[in-house]
């Protein structure tokens, strides 16, 4: 009979959870403000040149607000079948060292 058929909990494996909340945060805040960089780069580049490269450099400054914020506001997504049980052990069971 199964831990789920006897009605008990299923452990969660330390090792399959998911990054803190904090960690996440971090990682998508520094990632819109690289791209905000790239941006403000881009004005610059539309000011110092001419031709295509300006109008690149323009589209670029348009775009990219958005796509940071795209990429700020996506959350890490939760992998699938990386979660797994771990059986407790019993604290009555006498553990024996090899």
């Known amino acids: 009979m199964s ?3 006897r009605g008990e909990p299923t452990v969660q494996s330390v090792t399959s959870a998911r ?3 904090e960690e996440d945060l ?3 805040m520094k990632h819109y403000l690289v791209t905000m960089g790239i941006r403000t780069g881009c004005f610059v ?3 110092v040149t001419t031709g295509w490269v300006r109008w690149t450099c323009v589209a670029l400054a348009v775009v990219l607000p958005y796509v940071a ?3 700020a506001n ?5 992998v699938a079948g990386r979660v797994s049980a771990v ?3 019993d604290p009555h ?5 090899p």
Do not use: H, W, Y
């Open 3 to 5: 831990r789920r058929e």
């Open 19 to 21: 990054t803190s909340k």
């Open 26 to 28: 971090n990682a998508r």
């Open 45 to 47: 580049l539309a000011v």
């Open 69 to 71: 914020v795209l990429f």
């Open 74 to 78: 996506a959350r890490s997504p939760r």
């Open 87 to 89: 059986t407790p052990r």
């Open 93 to 97: 069971r006498r553990q024996l060292d």
